[in-house]
């Protein structure tokens, strides 16, 4: 029996994957620091020997593949005796695409925004329509209960990640996905840790493009400039999607309905009737029909397209509820770029225009905790409806200071535009404050990109108490 052993498994794409080869018969093995649910819990529950801390002696002479997660880097005691003894090593990408995607029709899901959410309704629609298809998904999938599953059809649906694949390989994940079909919705800057400036980050998705085979097909966001240039260098055929008047997938009259967004579609001029999603916004519109797309190009009718999307159950962390107490709505999102951020808190206030909404955020990511975001955050909170805007402190403080965000910078500037804005020391402080403050009929929308000190259950307990 082949012996994979992952350095850093304890990543959700790392553990997904480990579970996806365990799931293939193979005998799977990991190291990672400071393991702690929910991806411990996770890992117990598919059976994969996790090792606490890097050891060089955990690299023992029957393993056959090392997968190195991009968060390793050279010093890694066990990076350097797989170096030191040339054991075959890999990738995640590398490992996904060699025992996964070879023998399948490769959908991938690529773009700044909605990847996650994208990724799980395309392959719920193929799954509703018994296509059978695989998924991996940076999230967990509520219709999957999980954020892998490996089906017998053709499809292989896959979130696209423009991050970089290992510290010997700076590329983008994507560009190891073998994409017959792939999705670009949206392009803008992020991951100043990888991408020096905007062109850097094009000439990703330009080589992505390139992939596809002439008999593929690439869908583009219809909305977005960055994403509509990539055209002209397709091979493939193209389509669009969007709320624009010239997209081919086009969606409009959209309406709250029933605790759904309903939209009309048509495709090509040819009008496909109204389809219900149960998400809120615009920008959750375009994944859905972008989806559609997806479907189309398998053959599913739309019917069939139709009670795909009525029926999906979201992602969890993407605007998930997670409680209400005395009247007070608790919501998680991962949002953490200003656009995200954005359409987030305008899509509650779509839904919910008569409710005050508390957006509380935690710069956390590489790219928010940088300056190079300030101007954007102070937009993205003044032009989102919400009338309570928290920002807690920047999470890492090892960004140098002349390049970090400023918080009290972002909430003096919305102050002087005429908004309440605040920035809070501790989780404890914005707890307590909210506890406080809030009254019946408040939503409170927490977005961040990390665990953000347990806030979510920590505000349900305060407002209880």
């Not at 423009?162 to 792939?182: M, Q, R």
């Not at 005395?326 to 359409?343: K, S």
């Not at 500037?413 to 009254?439: F, K, M, N, Q, Y």
Request: glycine residues 8%; charged residues 25%; proline residues 4%.
């Amino acid at each position: 029996m082949t012996r994979v052993h992952f350095i850093g498994v304890c990543g959700t794409a790392m553990a997904t994957l480990a579970a996806m080869l365990k799931a293939r018969g193979l005998d799977v093995q990991g190291s990672d620091r400071n393991v702690y649910p929910p991806m411990s819990d996770f890992l117990v529950r598919e059976q994969i020997r996790v090792f606490d801390g890097y050891d060089a002696d955990h690299i023992t002479s029957d393993i056959d593949l090392v997968v190195v997660g991009n968060a390793i880097s050279r010093g890694n005691p066990e990076l350097e005796t797989v170096l030191d003894r040339k054991v075959r090593y890999c990738s995640l990408p590398e490992a996904i695409r060699e025992h996964f995607l070879w023998d399948r029709r490769s959908i991938v899901i690529a773009g700044t925004h909605g990847k996650t959410t994208t990724t799980a309704l395309a392959a719920w629609v193929l799954a509703s329509a018994n296509e059978d298809p695989s998924l991996l998904v940076g999230g967990i999938a509520s219709n999957f209960d999980g954020s892998y599953r490996l089906g017998s059809g053709r499809d292989f649906v896959i979130e696209g990640d423009e991050y970089d694949s290992a510290f010997f390989d700076k590329t983008a994940k994507f560009l190891k996905y073998l994409p017959d079909i792939a999705v670009v919705a949206n392009m803008e800057y992020d991951h100043a840790d990888i991408y020096a400036d905007m062109e850097a980050l094009r000439i990703a998705f330009r080589r992505l493009v390139n992939l596809i085979p002439e008999h593929g097909l690439l869908l583009l966001g219809a909305d977005c400039p960055e994403a509509i240039k990539l055209a002209h260098l397709a091979r493939s055929p193209v389509e669009t999607f969007g709320l624009s008047e010239s997209a081919d997938w086009r969606a409009a009259e959209l309406q709250p309905h029933g605790g759904m967004t309903r939209f009309e579609v048509t495709h090509c001029g040819e009008q496909l009737g109204h389809f219900d999603v149960p998400l809120y916004g615009e920008h959750n519109v375009r994944n859905a029909l972008a989806a559609l797309a997806v479907a189309h190009a398998a053959d599913i009718s739309p019917a069939r397209m139709r009670e795909g999307l009525r029926s999906f159950l979201g992602v969890r962390r993407r605007l998930e509820k997670r409680g209400e107490v005395r009247g007070v709505a608790v919501y998680d999102d991962f949002a953490h770029h200003p656009t995200a951020i954005l359409e987030t808190i305008r899509a509650v206030k779509f839904f919910h225009p008569d409710r005050r909404v508390w957006a509380v955020f935690e710069p956390r990511s590489a790219t928010s905790c940088r300056k190079v975001f300030q101007d954007d955050f102070v937009r993205a909170f003044d032009e989102s409806g919400a009338e309570e805007v928290v920002l807690a402190q920047v999470f890492r403080t090892s960004v140098p200071e002349d390049d970090r965000l400023s918080v009290d910078a972002v909430v003096e500037e919305l102050v002087r535009r005429g908004g309440r804005a605040r920035a809070l020391p501790g989780v404890a402080d914005i707890v307590s404050t909210i506890a406080h403050e809030a009254r019946e009929g408040d939503i409170v929308v927490l977005m961040s990109n990390g665990g953000f000190g347990g806030i979510h259950e920590k505000l349900l307990a305060s407002l209880a108490q």
